[in-house]
């Protein structure tokens, strides 16, 4: 039998070395928009170097109106940050907040809309990313439906 200390340490050893990204590694590929033009899209890339890199994009009319480069982040500890840069703005980060199986959300507080990000894998192959916070005093939330599609 193994004396509890060895026990402990070797159970703290693995947690430690636990994938940070094993809660969000669903969300890699490719997402078409549902409800919007075709050619709207979000896509994420495998974790990798302690990092997820996405990017979306949203057509009206054929044009982009709108486009986001987006990262999921690992610090020194494991612990996770979604990374904005929406319209290529400077980047705001969201800490995760929370995590279950099939939901990630983050937040910033002190960011003036949104002050959370939400995705949450309602099947394989769909999710829902949400924005949501207080903005001019009042509550608000915007729900994103994706259905997962081939990369190109």
Same mark, same amino acid.
């Given at each position: 039998?193994?004396?509890?200390?060895?026990?402990?340490?070797?159970?703290?050893?693995?947690?430690? &070395?636990?994938?940070?990204?094993?809660?969000?590694?669903?969300?890699?590929?490719?997402?078409?928009?549902?409800? !919007?033009?075709?050619?709207?899209?979000?896509?994420?890339?495998?974790?990798?170097?302690?990092?997820?890199?996405?990017?979306? !994009?949203?057509?009206?009319?054929?044009?982009?109106?709108?486009?986001?480069?987006?990262?999921?982040?690992?610090?020194?500890?494991?612990?996770?940050?979604?990374?904005?840069?929406?319209?290529?703005?400077?980047?705001?980060?969201?800490?995760?907040?929370?995590?279950?199986?099939?939901?990630?959300?983050?937040?910033?507080?002190?960011?003036?809309?949104? &002050?959370?990000?939400?995705?949450?894998?309602?099947?394989?192959? !769909?999710?829902?990313?949400?924005?949501?916070?207080?903005?001019?005093? &009042?509550?608000?939330?915007?729900?994103?439906?994706?259905?997962?599609?081939?990369?190109?």
């Amino acid at each position: 039998m193994k004396p509890l200390i060895a026990v402990l340490l070797s159970a703290a050893c693995a947690a430690a &070395q636990a994938d940070p990204f094993a809660p969000v590694a669903w969300l890699a590929g490719c997402w078409s928009q549902q409800g !919007r033009e075709a050619g709207s899209v979000e896509h994420w890339m495998a974790p990798a170097g302690g990092v997820m890199l996405g990017m979306a !994009r949203m057509l009206k009319n054929g044009r982009v109106v709108e486009f986001e480069f987006m990262q999921i982040r690992a610090d020194a500890d494991g612990r996770l940050s979604f990374v904005a840069q929406p319209q290529g703005r400077p980047p705001t980060a969201f800490p995760l907040l929370r995590q279950a199986e099939a939901e990630a959300v983050f937040e910033n507080p002190a960011h003036d809309f949104p &002050q959370r990000v939400l995705y949450r894998r309602e099947a394989a192959d !769909r999710l829902v990313a949400r924005i949501e916070g207080r903005s001019n005093g &009042q509550e608000r939330g915007i729900d994103f439906p994706m259905q997962r599609t081939a990369c190109p």
